[in-house]
């Protein structure tokens, strides 16, 4: 059976689901960012596998580029975040998003 | 080349699980290196090699850095790397929600469509960097904008992370 798009965007979905449940079921935050890594890695790949084969003779760029903003926004996602992290630990010690309550109504 | 993608699938997927399972938060960190690299050498299967290369340089080269920087650095208060209370009911939507996307891929009868000639392509197996370019500073189909705003974007990121962790 020859490899398709919907062989890579099965990948996508099962990589993203890894990362949402990481996402939802983990308590450390720095595991947290990197979960949310994982999923727009998935969502990545699924811009990409639509790039390859959308048109079966050529190789769509713009999917491509779309991938490289959302590389851009993940690099600032995890700048902002792991700084987020070291304030965090530095003022209460935690770093369990459990014990982060404060703003909790 | 089908044994290939089941290969890189079969260790990509194997290795997120390794993230969200492994005990030693450190491990998780290393399994998501291998992680970011099975889903670049997929990327060059994708035709897609400057997309594989700035992969190994964003995300292996500075996000997992910078993520096992904050490991190191919050070592004091971390044990391990445990679920919360909501291991169970997380791991039923997550199911679900894969079940669904799943159904829905496999049942979705997707087009093959026939490139208009205004948006940039090249053909299967040339490299994609110049025509990347190309396409992207193009003048009238281009993303110049979108790019200045995510240059701002990395600016703010930037200074609002110093601006974070500044000793007061």
Sequence with gaps: ?105 | MAWLFWLLAVVSVGAAVAVVLNRDIFRAALFLVLCFFTIAIIYVTLNADFLAAVQVLIYIGAISVLLIFAILLTRGVQRGNPFNRLKFPALLITGLMLVVLILVLTWTDWPSIVAPAHIGQVAVGEPTTAAIGATLFDKVQGFILPFEIAAMLLLAAIIGAIVLVREK
């Design chain 1, 1 to 105: 059976m020859a490899v398709g798009l919907e062989h890579y965007l099965i990948l996508s979905a099962v990589l993203f689901c890894i990362g949402l449940y990481g996402a939802l079921a983990k308590r450390n935050a720095v595991v947290i960012l990197m979960c949310i890594e994982i999923m727009l890695n998935a969502v990545n790949l699924s811009l990409v596998a639509f790039s390859r084969y959308l048109a079966p003779d050529v190789v769509l760029l713009t999917g491509q580029i779309f991938a490289i903003f959302v590389m851009v926004v993940a690099a600032a996602e995890v700048a902002v975040g792991l700084a987020i992290i070291i304030v965090l630990y530095r003022s209460r010690e935690v770093i369990d998003v459990e014990q982060a309550d404060t703003m909790k109504g």
